[in-house]
């Protein structure tokens, strides 16, 4: 009876040590099972929410102007080109601050003969409203051992094009090599006539400015004043299309470091009253004469030892004078 009675005991504490451990094992079982269940939720989580905010982003960035943006005045943005090896680079900086502002048409106006898929496929993957057009300087300017009018055929091009397909807003000369805080885009939306401001970045004084006194232009700062009556850089004024068609023979000369100049004497007349004063009155800098460091025409793609590579696409992207 003992020995039978030490049997159960004995199996009754296995048993029971059975359940024991039985017990523990479910209970950690579950423990882990409930670990994988919420790392595995956290990790949708995480996920879904990565995924929601790619798209919204993307959304945002496609997201139209505002009906109130899109009642803004035009803005007319000329860009003169030529093919370099920064040229890509640069329209595609400038493309994506215009992506910024509403209302706006971008004229990209290229020194070719032809316009340069590269470029059109460049315009087309910003998204800026755009047109692509070709204006060759003059063969007799290109053979000049002098300096040499660059962008002048390209602008005179803008001109014209808006005579024929604008009948109000405001035209602006923005270099592709230049660099804009947006809000002068906003200001310059409303100029009656004319418009200017300070340019940092220009020549040894670091600005070009005009100069005002007592809240009037009273002349203009600038590292080199040429005896020109306006000594202010390209990026510095902006000009109303209304006025501008009021004087059907404005245009830019052909004449190097006097086309700015050339151009607002050509809107004559003009009074120094009549010229708005942008940035805080001429007090800010918005926009600078950055340029871009030149850089050699890329070298030939030995395409012998690179063939069926990556690189073979890619040297079609590089311009190359």
Not at 107 to 129: C, F, Q
Not at 248 to 259: N, V
Request: with cysteine; proline share 7%.
């Amino acid at each position: 009876m003992k020995g039978g009675g030490a049997y159960i005991n004995i199996g009754s504490s296995s048993s029971s040590i059975n359940s024991s451990v039985s017990g523990s094992g479910s209970a950690n079982g579950s423990k882990m099972t409930l670990g994988k269940s919420v790392k595995m939720y956290l990790t949708i989580f995480i996920a879904t929410t990565c995924i929601y905010m790619v798209l919204y982003q993307y959304h945002m960035s496609r997201e139209p102007f505002s009906p109130s943006e899109i009642g803004k005045p035009p803005l007319y943005i000329i860009t003169p080109t030529y093919r370099r090896p920064e040229q890509l680079a640069e329209l595609t900086r400038l493309g994506y601050t215009l992506k910024h502002v509403a209302n706006l048409l971008w004229l990209v106006i290229e020194d070719a003969n032809k316009t340069n898929p590269l470029v059109a496929h460049t315009l087309d993957r910003i998204g800026v409203p755009y047109e692509y057009m070709v204006a060759p300087m003059p063969e007799k300017y290109k053979q000049t051992k002098k300096a040499k009018p660059r962008g002048v055929s390209n602008r005179n091009r803008g001109l014209e094009y808006l005579r024929q397909h604008a009948t109000e807003g405001v035209l602006y000369f923005a270099d592709d090599d230049n660099t804009y805080d947006i809000s002068i885009f906003e200001q310059m939306r409303y100029i009656s006539k004319v418009g200017m401001w300070p340019v940092g970045l220009v020549t040894k004084t670091g600005v070009s400015s005009p100069i005002i006194r007592n809240g009037k232009l009273d002349g203009y700062y600038d590292g080199w004043i040429g005896g020109r009556k306006y000594p202010v850089d390209m990026a510095g004024f902006a000009v109303n299309i209304k006025f501008l068609r009021q004087r059907p023979h404005a245009q830019m000369p052909f004449k190097p470091g006097y086309e700015e100049d050339g151009f607002l004497r050509s809107l004559a007349p003009l009074a120094n009253d009549e010229i708005d004063l942008l940035a805080d009155e001429c007090r800010d800098i918005l926009t600078w004469h950055t340029q871009t460091k030149k850089n050699p025409p890329a070298q030939a793609l030995n395409k012998t030892r690179y063939s069926n590579t990556n690189l073979e696409h890619i040297d079609k992207l590089l311009v190359r004078p």
